[in-house]
């Protein structure tokens, strides 16, 4: 498949971005996937901070040494993928789930890489579902404030019961199909009790690599 033969290529030239003695951020998902089996094969022995049970395993099951916050005093590095991205490099993540630890470790790395396939550049946010990530006890009124804001408010299940998050949230996929000032509806929803955290990625990207057909397009923040 296309997509995942890009996904394949910006893994393992994110790779390349490893060195000796970093400290590296592991993203959750499928791009990221191919990016931990790359850096698993380059035997540099980095120590990682994972940003999922998911990944953590994954690793671990690939011999990367996957240590707790409480063992880092910094990342050096992190490379995650995303769900959405724009040219100001902001992006909606968490479509697997993972939003709040991938937001807590970019939030603590020096260097943030996002690596996606083509598809996920865009001229807007928000054709994606954006992840919010709530108490259990607030999710009724804060489905009813996205309502509000215009969007749909679908509570994430697994099977017929709420999907839980690695830690112990719920999740409401808010379709704003397009998010006129994403700036805007970060701060509204940072300031919402019940929220714990969103997928809105707002100027926490220093560097976005995209696959093309035959290169690496590389977007830098300014
Ligand atoms: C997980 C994420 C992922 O990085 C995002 O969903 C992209 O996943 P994929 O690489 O499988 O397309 O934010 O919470």
Redesign the pocket.
Known sequence: MMQDDQ?ERVGKAAAELVRKDMTIGL??????AFFIKALAEKSLNPRCVAT?EATAALATSLGLDVVGLENVKKVDLTV????EVDSDLNAI???????MR?KIVASISEMVVYI?DSS?LKTKLGAFPL?IEVSPFASPAIQRKILDLGATAEIRLNGEMPFVSDEGHWIIDAAFNEIEDPYELDVLLNMTPGIVAH?LFIDLIDKMMIARADSIEELVQN
């Open positions: 996904k993203g959750t998902g499928s791009t990221a999922s995650d993928g995303v769900d993540k968490g479509g697997g789930g993972a939003l991938e996606g996920k992840p997928g």
